[in-house]
């Protein structure tokens, strides 16, 4: 077996397990760092919007020696607009002016032509109207509210509300890193960077519902034990599925950066990196929250919990008490590690004023007394005849 197979099967069972929850607050860092970057980028340099959502003329040449630059100045001085030059994998260029009508199209086809040295004819012209990107546009956020509701009310049918929430939070942070870097970057939102963002809202959660699934599976008898938070429950519940989710990911990620980094990049397709862009910066960025932010937000919100809190100081002061592992009166559940596993694994967060102030009765109960005495004393001396 690989190194990495004897990993899984080890954070599977529970006898390793790497320490997410107790370090929440520094992934929480590095996701407020990068939503303030792509914050910045989005409100700073804005999003470059393509034709396809202001209305206007997509002008495809035949093959040429032109630069991208001398393209755009002659297809600014024929329009007087601002014109985007993008070089096809043909040799042929692709040059998009916004706010074209109609009548104003034709003039720029024509004088486009004289500019490029070529017959009008062989200027390939398409005309898109402002209002079929509004239409679009529309019709995308209504699909996505709707999907957000349906899946805010499966989460909370299927786990819980706590969950649905977290999850929302996952989504919102892959959503807004993802628009950020475009406006970064500086890539045409085009109808294929629509339909990679909508993509990414199904793998993440995707990818969020099966570490929920574990989560929920090892802290289902959390009342029935004494020996784990709900914290290390769900620590080791996210261990469990972590070499799936690398996996998964690295999986779904290859075939992207093919498109994004061969296809558009080498080979110069350009409708490629629409959709490859938003495909790659949000695959990453949801298998990153699904990991490091939706789990560590559910335990933040299980805190307000009383059943929770109370059952996490019991185990805090059965652990300070020096409580023997042995006078434990139950075994841990299915999924959250051997019985001599580590004790250790997950640090507990509970206030020492919280165990003096809130403990529960009976929960401070010594432990049952070890007898002391051999119960095979006596056992093998010769007894009395009778």
Do not use: C
């Not at 990991?291 to 937000?297: G, K, L, R």
């Amino acid at each position: 077996m690989s190194r990495i197979g004897e990993l899984g099967g080890k954070l599977f069972r529970g006898d390793a397990a790497f320490d997410f929850i107790s370090r929440r607050k520094i992934w929480y860092a590095v996701s407020g760092l990068l939503i303030l970057i792509s914050l910045g980028g989005l409100f700073g340099k804005g999003l470059s919007m393509g034709v396809e959502f202001q209305g206007g003329a997509v002008f495809t040449t035949p093959p040429t020696q032109l630069t991208v630059e001398e393209a755009r100045e002659q297809a600014e001085s024929a329009s007087g607009a601002d014109a985007r030059v993008q070089r096809l994998g043909s040799d042929a260029l692709r040059i998009t002016v916004t706010g074209l009508d109609t009548e104003t199209s034709n003039t720029t086809r024509e004088a486009l032509a004289q500019e490029l040295g070529i017959p009008a004819a062989d200027l390939d012209a398409e005309l898109v109207g402002p209002s079929w990107g509004e239409q679009m546009t529309g019709k995308a956020l209504t699909g996505m509210v709707i999907f957000l509701v349906l899946v805010s009310v499966y989460l909370a049918i299927a786990f819980e509300w706590r969950m649905a929430v977290a999850a929302l939070v996952a989504l919102l942070h892959d959503l807004v890193i993802t628009v950020g870097v475009y406006a970064l970057v500086g890539f045409e939102v085009t109808p294929g960077t629509v339909v990679g963002v909508l993509t990414i809202l199904g793998y993440s959660l995707y990818d969020t519902v099966v570490v929920f699934d574990k989560v929920k599976e090892n802290t289902a008898t959390l009342d029935k034990q004494n020996r784990r938070t709900f914290a290390e429950l769900a620590n080791l519940g996210l261990n469990a599925t972590l070499v799936r989710s690398i996996n998964t990911s690295i999986v779904a990620l290859l075939p992207v950066a093919g498109l994004l980094f061969i296809g558009a990049g080498l080979l110069g397709g350009g409708m490629l990196k629409d959709i490859a862009l938003s495909l790659f910066v949000g695959l990453t960025a949801g298998t990153y929250s699904s990991i490091m932010i939706a789990t560590p937000v559910v335990v933040d919100l299980k805190k307000s919990d009383a059943d929770v809190r109370a059952h996490d100081r019991r185990v805090l002061k059965r652990v300070r008490s020096g409580a023997d592992d042995e006078s434990a009166d139950e075994e841990p559940s299915a999924g959250t590690g051997r019985a001599d596993a580590p004790r250790d694994e997950v640090k507990v967060e509970v206030a020492d004023e919280e165990i003096e102030d809130a403990t529960p009765a009976g929960a401070g109960a010594p432990a049952p007394r070890r007898q002391s005495g051999n119960r095979s004393r006596g056992r093998g001396t010769p007894g009395k005849r009778r």
